[in-house]
């Protein structure tokens, strides 16, 4: 029965190693995640804030009254306008090479 000193720190490496496997089994399971620091959970915040603002200058007469639910809705009508003003100027085009041909 003469067991090692070396073969008792072997199995206690394997029994350590068999218990975080389980803890991290379990944290799997119970889906633990790790805390974000204040400055890490504001980060997607400020991104927001700053593709929203750049979005207001890049769409005419928004009103900041109205809110992200107004934004978005002037951003659609004036999309749908862009693209009208291009399907006129290609019908122009259009046209105006077709009369010049004949």
């Keep these: ?5 070396e073969g008792q720190r072997k199995e ?13 089994a379990l944290a799997k399971k ?3 995640r790790p ?3 204040l400055e890490a959970s504001r980060r ?9 603002k750049m979005l207001k200058e890049l769409v005419p007469d928004t009103k900041s009254s109205e ?9 659609a009508d004036y999309i ?5 003003k291009v399907r006129v100027m290609q019908t122009m085009v259009q046209v105006l090479t077709e009369t010049d041909c004949v």
Aim: glycine share 6%; proline share 2%; charged share 30%.
């Design 1 to 5: 029965m003469g067991v090692t000193l």
């Design 12 to 24: 206690s490496v394997l029994v350590l190693m068999r218990r975080q496997r389980a803890r991290r």
């Design 30 to 32: 119970i889906m633990i």
């Design 35 to 37: 805390k974000k620091s």
């Design 44 to 52: 997607p915040c400020r991104a927001i804030h700053k593709r929203v």
């Design 67 to 75: 809110g992200l639910d107004g934004l978005f809705r002037q951003t």
């Design 80 to 84: 749908l306008a862009l693209e009208m």
